[in-house]
């Protein structure tokens, strides 16, 4: 699968956050496609190819899935239960990248079947080379499930 297949979907409501991942990614090198998600319910509606990206159906699904807790709409734990609740999405890479510093957000993600939890860097370098090193290890060096498309 080519780096133009490898979808990531950013799930990110803040648009300062989301703005910096972008640039994270964008000074890393990697030139994945990137679609932001706004909320938990438009997560769900790309991923299964329903509302809004009902045009998606047939299409690969994400190569990675970068999830925020604290969403509107639906919450980043809600959003992992659907994904891992269906046959389809099950397997999908997610890494729940949060400022949330709660224990029971920690607990209830993996919990749940997230792949990886980070705690998003308060400093800016900081930030850059976590989100950094998050692409390099799930987009390159991570050997990926068989791609499925949306329903």
Not at 1 to 25: G, H, Q
Not at 36 to 54: K, P, Q
Not at 100 to 124: C, H, M, T, W
Request: overall charge negative; cysteine-free.
């Amino acid at each position: 699968m080519s780096d133009a297949n490898k979808v990531i979907l950013l799930v990110e409501d803040n648009p300062d956050d989301a703005t910096l991942t972008l640039r994270a990614f964008k000074r890393s090198h990697i030139a994945n496609p990137i679609i932001v998600a706004r909320d938990g319910i438009e997560a769900l509606d790309f991923m299964f190819a329903r509302g809004a990206h009902s045009e998606r159906a047939g299409a690969p699904l994400p190569t990675l899935i970068i999830l925020d807790l604290k969403l509107p709409k639906l919450d980043g734990l809600g959003v992992l239960k659907a994904i891992r609740g269906d046959e389809r999405t099950r397997l999908l890479p997610v890494v729940i990248l949060t400022s949330s510093r709660e224990e029971q957000d920690l607990i209830a993600g993996y919990s749940l079947g997230a792949n990886s939890y980070v705690r998003k860097p308060v400093d800016f370098a900081e930030f850059l080379e976590a989100v950094r090193v998050l692409g390099i290890y799930w987009l390159m060096m991570n050997e990926s499930p068989p791609e499925r498309t949306a329903p």
